[in-house]
């Protein structure tokens, strides 16, 4: 039997670790609540890498980092084969990918070669080496976080890459009165250490499952498909909202509901998670010319309000 009130459960313990930011924890237990990925953009210093570990330390899974840098191979993310002399054969090594939540620490440090090791795994939860298919063990979530691309040494992520993620995220600065929190209790060093899972792995499973039960009405459906079909009609997108898209705002909405602890979705569960999901799978008009990476957002945020809202 599903426990939904492990959900909230979640939730809270990350904000424990985590201050001011409900925002945007609610937007990643919603993508992992909904078998997506999640892209952490923003400065360094303010609390990417923090929440990562949070989420993983609270559930009873396996955890694996991967620090990604100019000289990452493929092979150093899936794995490699290796020569046994004493068997006479190859036998593979299984790499970091061989987990239940992954960290790739600044993914954009990385060559778009490496980058798209990652794309079959995130998609299809599986690897191939060596002409070998390796399935990954569910559950599966990649959190990859991101600095802006105009620090130095950065490469920009594919658009089908980005569209493997289903949310994007930022956290941006905390207040003064939060700051001021967190220099005096130091999260990170103090609570994260102590906290304990609030959910096995199968019971995430199980909620998982639970999400896809959550009803959407037909005029929400159209809601949805209007949002896409808005983008791709606009002059401002050279690339609008994919099919891909289209179902992870749906599956997004699912499991905000879930969180909720409705077993229905409303026109806010789309609505409030709109910009995160579609945003930056959009490719602006505007961005080639001057290099806005905002651009695609601001243009769907103006999309976005001209879409009537079903009642």
Known sequence: MVDEK??????????????????????????????????????????KTILSRTIAASIDSEFS????????????????????????????????????????????RTTPRTQSALLE???????????????????????????????????????????????????????????????RTQPARTRLAELQPVMTGVELAELQDAVLEVRVEDALVDYILNIAEATRRSDELTIGLSPRGSLALMQAARASALLAGRDYVIPDDIKSLAT???????????????????????????ILETIPVPQ
């Open 121 to 183: 795994a995130m998609n299809e939860t599986q690897i191939t080496a060596d002409g070998t298919t390796y399935p990954l063990e569910p559950p599966f979530m990649v959190i990859a976080t991101q600095n802006p691309y105009e620090f130095e040494g950065t490469y920009f992520l594919p658009e089908n890459q980005l569209d493997r993620f289903m949310l994007r995220v930022r956290l941006g600065h905390p207040d003064k009165d939060t700051e001021r929190e967190i220099l």
């Open 276 to 302: 995160a999901v579609c945003a930056h799978r959009l490719m602006a008009k505007a961005f080639a010319r001057d290099g806005a990476t905002s651009a695609g957002e601001a243009v769907f945020q103006k």
């Open 65 to 108: 980092r991967i620090q990604m840098t100019p000289d990452l191979l493929p092979s150093d993310i899936l794995g490699v084969s290796v020569y046994d002399s004493r068997e006479g054969r190859f036998s593979f090594k299984k790499g970091p990918i061989f987990a239940n939540i992954i960290l790739a620490d600044e993914i954009n």
């Open 6 to 47: 492990k959900v909230y459960a979640l939730f809270e313990q990350i904000q424990t670790v985590l201050f001011g930011k409900a925002s945007a924890v609610r937007q990643v237990v919603v993508a992992l609540l909904a078998r997506g990925h999640v892209l952490l953009e923003d400065v360094p210093g303010v609390g």
